[in-house]
């Protein structure tokens, strides 16, 4: 099974500034991979996907995620925040044998300052 | 109504009741899944259905049944439930999975049923 590490709990982070959220997944085969917000009350959107192709995947909202097969990573970055993206984010793995079985990291919360 | 719904969005029970969350989507999606979001702790996969089918149960215990009557509703049967069962439960849908990465399809979520075990 697979398993994804989100190593930050909590980032908080002021207005305007970068921000990078760190993935890291397990498994050295082939798979997909994703980052999902989560706002208060609410479901989880998708943010940006790699399936394949080009290692540097553009998503909504500015969010921008660079896949590296390397150091099994994928993390996920913006150039400058808004107190709008204050939200949970999560990133997920499945792999191409079993399309819709994902994993989940257990999440981090972005908290944009003024 | 769009997307994937849920209902009820909070439901407090006993260990000793009976109730059932619904799921429903209207995107013409053909796979539906349920999980288990707890404080501090990955999401859980519990179940998934393709068309109609159950072809995944994450060790799920008995105590939780799904139900999937078409390809457009999800229920989550439950019934003598442990205060640990406490958590957020989401439904999502897709596409059923083709092959290839052309054919890979996203989970769309619903927002979730935040429930309360007393």
């Given amino acids: 099974a697979q398993s994804v590490t989100q190593l930050d709990s909590q980032v908080p982070v002021f207005e305007e500034?970068?921000?990078?959220?760190?993935?890291?997944?397990?498994?050295?085969?082939?798979?997909?991979?994703?980052?999902?917000?989560?706002?208060?009350?609410q479901g989880l959107q998708l943010?940006?996907?790699?399936?394949?192709?080009?290692?540097?995947?553009?998503?909504?909202?500015?969010?921008?995620a660079e896949f590296n097969k390397s150091q099994t990573s994928f993390h996920l970055r913006k150039p400058s925040v808004h107190i709008s993206d204050t939200a949970e984010y999560f990133c997920a793995v499945s792999d191409r044998a079993n399309f819709n079985k994902f994993y989940f990291g257990s999440g981090t919360k972005l908290n944009v300052k003024p | 109504e769009t997307g994937v719904t849920q209902t009820p969005r909070h439901l407090v029970m006993g260990m000793t009741n009976k109730k059932s969350l619904k799921c429903e989507q209207h995107l013409g999606h053909n796979a539906m899944y349920?999980?288990?979001?707890?404080?501090?702790?990955?999401?859980?996969?519990?179940?998934?259905?393709?068309?109609?089918?159950?072809?995944?149960n994450n060790s799920v215990p008995s105590r939780f049944s799904p139900e999937c009557p078409n390809?457009?509703?999800?229920?989550?049967?439950?019934?003598?439930?442990?205060?640990?069962?406490s958590a957020l439960?989401?439904?999502?849908?897709?596409?059923?999975?083709?092959?290839?990465?052309?054919?890979?399809?996203?989970?769309?979520?619903?927002p979730g049923t935040r429930l309360t075990v007393l």
Avoid at chain 2, 37 to 49: I, N, W
Avoid at chain 2, 76 to 83: E, I, V
Wanted: charged share 15%; with cysteine.
């Fill in chain 2, 34 to 56: 349920w999980y288990k979001q707890s404080a501090k702790k990955p999401l859980e996969l519990m179940f998934v259905y393709n068309f109609k089918e159950q072809t995944e």
């Fill in chain 1, 47 to 64: 943010l940006l996907k790699y399936l394949s192709g080009s290692t540097l995947v553009k998503g909504i909202n500015g969010f921008e």
């Fill in chain 2, 71 to 85: 390809s457009s509703h999800l229920f989550l049967h439950l019934h003598t439930l442990q205060p640990e069962d």
């Fill in chain 1, 17 to 41: 500034a970068p921000v990078e959220l760190r993935c890291n997944y397990s498994s050295s085969v082939s798979v997909y991979l994703f980052w999902y917000v989560q706002y208060p009350n």
């Fill in chain 2, 89 to 110: 439960y989401l439904c999502a849908s897709s596409q059923a999975p083709g092959r290839g990465a052309s054919s890979y399809n996203e989970q769309f979520f619903g």
